[in-house]
């Protein structure tokens, strides 16, 4: 299964996009999926306070601010390769 991190913050416009995108690729593929804010962590608001939203792919930093469910199809497949 691929696990897949969405570093996000409340009130972020562009999180709650990513947030809709990772949610409709997940009915089509196995994902694990996690939601971290990282305004409840000071050491992530400052790795990733400017970056935000930003999503992992099983560990490994995938996208930042924007993603389109294409992108993160393929992005998924590759992994599964």
């Known amino acids: ?6 570093y996000s913050r409340h009130g972020c416009h562009l999180c709650e996009e990513m947030r809709a995108v990772v949610a409709a690729v997940e009915r089509e593929l196995p994902l694990e999926v ?12 400052t790795a990733y306070g400017d970056e935000v ?18 992108a993160l199809r393929a992005r998924l497949r590759r992994e599964l390769a």
């Open 1 to 6: 299964m691929l696990r897949v991190t969405l």
């Open 34 to 45: 996690d939601e971290v804010d990282v305004d409840g962590d000071a050491a992530l608001a």
């Open 53 to 70: 939203p930003v999503l992992f792919v099983n560990g490994r930093k995938a996208f930042k601010y924007r993603v389109d469910a294409a």
